[in-house]
């Protein structure tokens, strides 16, 4: 999402100069037609130099910062694999499915994924990552991770240092700012046990839920593709179930300790089980469902 607001950016940036050049050159003709006749020869050439540098400039950069790398192909056991062990996927129709394995190409193609303790990742454990990811912003026009550029999968729960230890209780952690910030941790099992029980728990959708939280530079519980008084009302929603504090036996109770974890574990449960999200927060549901159906 940032580097696509970036590009944006240069793009409106290029345009302005773009009309200052334009504006230069219009400025030739009246200069010719006066006294000035060698300055305006030398400013129409030096203008059309300038444009020519710029429209080059802007193709190499535009070219660079949209470029993708080329999809991994998915074969034929992969996608029985995801019939069998992703059930999002299962339900999807035969278009869907060819979409949802266009973006686990992608994303595999984009992301490293890192299994803690192994040489190289088994294929299963980057299916269910990835799965995870585009699980979490399917029905979104524009489905980039941001910044992250590196899935770190550890074999356990992991404790507050990310060292895995009998004691840690951490299935999944994204950084937001320092050294790892372009990084998310999982633990294994945890991830997996989201996709065998469809319970509304699922680690791997709850950390790509703070991603899209992240988006926006801020990681406030309200995600990026929200904007002007939606980002008001969703506020507000969310404030007066965390003052309410009513513990529901089918959520969660992670996510009444702040905004931005009840908007993780409300996606959880809107990927794995819409009509459970629609019976208790109808209003957030109808918002969710605007964006991501």
């Known amino acids: 999402m940032k580097n696509y607001l970036n590009f944006l950016e240069g793009k409106a940036r290029f345009t302005a100069w773009l009309l200052i050049f334009f504006v230069l050159l219009f400025a030739v003709p009246p200069l010719m037609a006066s006294e000035m006749k060698q300055t305006a020869k030398v400013l129409g050439i030096i203008v059309i130099l300038a444009i020519s540098a710029a429209l080059w400039i802007w193709r190499i950069q535009t070219v660079r910062r949209m470029q993708r790398k ?31 394995e266009d973006r686990i190409g992608l994303f595999l193609a984009e992301i490293i994924i890192t299994e803690v303790g192994k040489v190289a990742p088994q294929k299963s454990t980057c299916l269910y990552v990835a799965s995870s990811a585009v699980i979490t912003f399917w029905g979104l026009p524009y489905w980039n991770y941001g910044e992250l550029s590196e899935v770190l999968v550890y074999p356990d729960n992991f404790n507050e240092d990310s060292a895995v230890d009998h004691k840690g209780v951490i299935a999944g952690k994204v950084h937001h700012g320092g050294l790892m ?68 036996s089918k959520f969660n109770t992670y996510g009444l300790t702040s905004e931005e974890e009840f908007f993780a574990v409300l996606m959880e449960a809107y990927r794995e089980n819409p009509r459970r999200v629609e019976k208790r927060y109808p209003e957030l549901y109808a918002i969710l469902e605007e964006h991501l159906k």
């Open 181 to 248: 910030d372009n990084t998310m941790v999982l633990s294994l099992p945890s991830l997996m046990k989201g996709f065998l029980l469809l319970d509304a728990s699922n680690v791997g959708i709850h950390e790509f839920a703070h991603m899209l939280d992240k988006a926006d530079e801020t990681v406030d519980g309200i995600p990026a593709f929200m904007k002007g008084e939606e980002r008001l009302i969703w506020a507000a929603l969310v404030a007066r179930e965390l003052k309410r504090k009513v513990k529901q």
């Open 70 to 100: 080329a999809r991994v192909a998915l074969n034929l056991n992969d996608r029985f694999w995801l019939n069998q062990h992703i059930s999002f996927y299962k339900r999807l129709s035969a278009r869907d499915k060819i979409i949802f």
